[in-house]
């Protein structure tokens, strides 16, 4: 459950846009997205090893 402090004669606006800026950093979402489906551990690693991959490709052609 998300917290947000709000002060006296502070917008509702204001509030809500901490409210969204709090909720994105807990990843909340993220979470509930990623365990919606299984998926076995190693397409996880084979995706994480694809990832390393492209990230190292990118870097070598920008350097």
């Given at each position: 459950m998300?917290?947000?402090?709000?002060?006296?004669?502070?917008?509702?606006?204001?509030?809500?846009?901490?409210?969204?800026?709090?909720?994105?950093?807990?990843?909340?979402?993220?979470q509930l997205r990623k365990r919606k489906h299984f998926t076995k551990p190693s397409i996880q690693r084979r995706a994480e090893v694809l990832k390393a991959v492209h990230r190292q490709e990118y870097i070598a052609k920008n350097v």
């Open positions: 998300l917290i947000i402090d709000v002060r006296e004669m502070e917008s509702i606006d204001r509030a809500l846009k901490k409210y969204k800026k709090k909720f994105e950093q807990s990843q909340t979402l993220r």
